[in-house]
């Protein structure tokens, strides 16, 4: 028998609220913003796909944002779940009507693959920011036995580091222990980031030994002032001589 009403049938797969939770649980808010952006265009409602996209990217940026310490896995999903209440509240009266008039809803699994592209985009355009911003790629190094290097940007020379490395051995400073240290300039001025042990800059003495450093150091670059600063293992400054 030929159904008569398989003409009316909506052909488009519409994502109920539960498939954009899916999504953005494992993609983020932008993946939920692709969900539910990818049920107004299939409903002809491009205005609202653009606002979902929008809402999604900045949501997501939103997250990347956050200072360290204050990222947690619970703020996604509580993003998450707040996705999928707009969701809920924006669309499932219209996916419920696409069904009662013999639509189908898409399948969860395509909601994941969503969440997991968007993800994956996610991840790839930290990592590219990572190598875009981190100093420690783009460096050169002098590096000395034992383990013990001078970085320096494109705007040190490798001479510069060297007299640097050379007389950091010779007071004492490179022991042969692996110890990291960064040459950079700042204006007028050289800067000589140390890489510490976590915490190291709490020490009461730690500024007075950072100036004493600068002092010390301050003949290899005659006429230039020298700053000493105290970074973390991300070249992070957490204390200087100055």
């Known amino acids: 028998m030929i159904d008569e009403n398989a003409d009316s049938r909506p052909s488009a797969r519409l994502h109920p609220p539960q498939n954009v939770l899916v999504a953005a649980i494992l993609g983020g808010p932008i993946a939920g913003g692709v969900v539910m952006a990818l049920n107004a265009l299939r409903l002809s409602r491009s205005g609202q796909a653009v606002l979902f996209l929008s809402a999604g990217v900045l949501l997501t940026g939103a997250l990347l944002a956050l200072p360290e310490g204050r990222a947690a896995p619970g ?62 790629l783009r460096d050169e190094t002098v590096s000395l036995e034992g383990g013990d290097e001078v970085l320096y940007p494109p705007d040190v020379s490798r001479e510069d580091a060297q007299r640097l490395a050379d007389h950091l051995k010779a007071v004492g400073y490179f022991q042969g222990q692996g110890a990291t240290v960064r040459l950079s300039r700042e204006g007028e001025r050289r800067v000589v980031t140390c890489v510490v042990e976590e915490g190291l800059w709490h020490d009461p003495s730690a500024r007075g030994w950072c100036a004493d450093l600068a002092a010390e150091v301050a003949p290899t670059f005659p006429g230039e002032r020298v700053e000493v600063r105290l970074a973390d293992e991300y070249l992070e400054t957490r204390l200087s001589s100055e």
Request: proline share 2%.
């Open 75 to 136: 703020i996604g999903i509580g993003v998450a779940i707040g996705t999928y209440y707009v969701a809920k509240h924006l669309q499932e009266q219209a996916v419920a009507d696409h069904v009662a008039r013999g639509g189908a809803n898409a399948s969860a699994w395509a909601a994941a693959g969503i969440g997991l592209v968007c993800l994956i985009g996610t991840l790839g355009l930290l990592f590219a920011s990572f190598v875009a911003t981190d100093p420690m």
